[in-house]
């Protein structure tokens, strides 16, 4: 079988029609139905269907759709990992981080990729996640970290690998935390409170934790960038949430102290390749770390 042939076929058959596909490869629409027309000559069948105006896959261009699909991801999958053999000159890492997960918490997982022997110069995009996860698809991408694992309403042929979890802490400006003298959680209660963005996996978990423990929160403010939300704690305007694995970084400031620990409360970490079987050397570094990191901390507490 001609490999260029079926090339043709899965392009027309990505792009629902001959004008579209041939506009993407920058060929003549009459040369891509004669190479398609060669393809199904020499399988002895039809791949496609017309309907008015419209193309349809047969049966048999539906089963050769999944193979075809299969061996491109294989590969860009190959040219990845040959592109990224180390031949004397910096690995070109490109990462895209949720912009839904703490920049704290970000650094401290993509810090492993760049402490490898061979250099490596990293690229960090941060976005909304379905934004990312098209760019991933792209291969524009060889990594996206987010606090939520691939959606289930997004048709992308990729593979979440979970990184490890964190229970979640409550921190505030030690004036505002001594004014409640309540337990924890009720303290939570006495205070303001200032959240997450609604499209973060913590806002959602802390909405349910809530609601379990019926406790009726005042919000004072909601904020997608988890440090401008720190910022505005330490300016007394609000009691705040963290993952756990960050309340070090959090409490070298003097003036904030932990109002609790809800360890009930369990957020998770993935990164999302389009490969099955990960390669790239700042991902295994990433991947292997992380859950060393995360599993140890969540012991020692």
């Known amino acids: 079988m001609n490999l260029k042939h079926l ?32 393809l ?17 896959l047969t049966e048999a261009g539906q089963l ?27 690995t ?5 981080v949720a912009d839904a997960l703490p920049k704290a918490l970000a650094y401290r997982l993509l810090r492993p990729a760049i402490r490898q022997p061979n250099p490596v110069r990293i690229i960090c995009r941060e976005w909304r996640l379905d934004r990312l996860l098209a760019e991933l698809a792209l291969h524009r991408l060889d990594l996206v970290i987010s606090d939520a694992p691939l959606p289930t309403n997004i048709e ?41 963005g609604e499209d973060s996996a913590l806002r959602r978990a802390l909405g349910e934790w809530f609601d379990r423990r019926r406790l009726r929160i005042s919000v004072a403010g909601e904020f997608d960038d988890a440090a401008l939300m720190a910022a505005f704690g330490r300016e007394k305007v609000g009691a705040f949430p963290i993952p756990s694995v960050l309340a070090e970084d959090y409490l070298s400031d003097a003036e904030l102290v932990v109002v609790g620990h809800a360890e009930d409360i369990r957020i998770e970490y993935f990164a999302m390749s389009v490969q099955r079987k990960l390669t790239h050397p700042s991902v295994l570094a990433i991947t292997s770390q992380a859950n060393a990191s995360l599993v140890k901390r969540r012991r020692r507490r």
């Open 64 to 90: 050769a759709l999944e193979y075809a699909n299969e061996m491109f991801v294989l590969e860009a999958e190959l040219d990845q990992v040959l592109r990224d053999f180390p031949q004397g000159r910096p």
């Open 92 to 96: 070109e890492f490109r990462v895209g």
């Open 40 to 56: 199904e000559e020499r399988i002895g069948m039809p791949l496609f269907s017309r309907r008015g105006r419209s193309l349809e």
């Open 7 to 38: 090339y043709y076929f899965w392009k027309v058959a990505k792009h629902g029609g001959v004008v579209r596909a041939a506009e993407a490869i920058h060929i003549s629409p009459q040369t891509l139905s004669g190479q398609i027309k060669l």
């Open 156 to 196: 992308i042929r990729a593979y979440s690998h979970k990184l490890g979890e964190s229970a979640v802490s409550f921190l505030a400006h030690a004036d505002l935390a001594n004014k409640a003298r309540l337990p924890f959680p009720q303290a939570l209660e006495a205070m303001p409170m200032l959240l997450p």
